[in-house]
Nanobody
Framework: QVQVVESGGGLVQPGGSLRLSCAAS????????MGWHRQIPGKQREVVAT???????NYADSVKGRFTISIDNVKNTVYLQMVSLKPEDTAVYYC?????????????WGQGTQVTVSS
């Protein structure tokens, strides 16, 4: 079994910064893909940033130049550094890991963390 735990959300003023963290633990061989997504009530979950198979990061157009995804391979933790936050960034943010385990390639989601950008 694999556990994924997120942290770092909260309330921030427009123009402010936040860093989200997401740690994977449990029985797996290695992380293949990782990503951050967000969802507003009543809307579909959208991709924010991903790293696929150790490739270059990919970002949604709406966050390019403001958000940075990174990974600590020793800690099996992925981060999302967010700067110049806007009210439209308000959402529940979810991370995911696609890992290789004895059951093959499987995807696991974090529990979600609320980010609210408001004055």
């Amino acid at each position: 079994q694999v556990q994924v735990v997120e942290s770092g959300g909260g309330l921030v003023q427009p123009g402010g910064s936040l860093r989200l963290s997401c740690a994977a633990s449990g029985n797996f061989f290695r992380i293949n893909d990782m990503g951050w997504h967000r969802q507003i009530p009543g809307k579909q979950r959208e991709v924010v940033a991903t790293i696929i198979n150790n490739g270059n990061p990919n970002y949604a157009d709406s966050v390019k130049g403001r958000f940075t995804i990174s990974i600590d391979n020793v800690k099996n933790t992925v981060y999302l550094q967010m700067v110049s936050l806007k009210p439209e960034d308000t959402a529940v943010y979810y991370c995911n890991f696609v890992v290789w385990s004895s059951q093959g390639l499987k995807n696991y989601w974090g529990q979600g963390t609320q980010v609210t950008v408001s004055s």
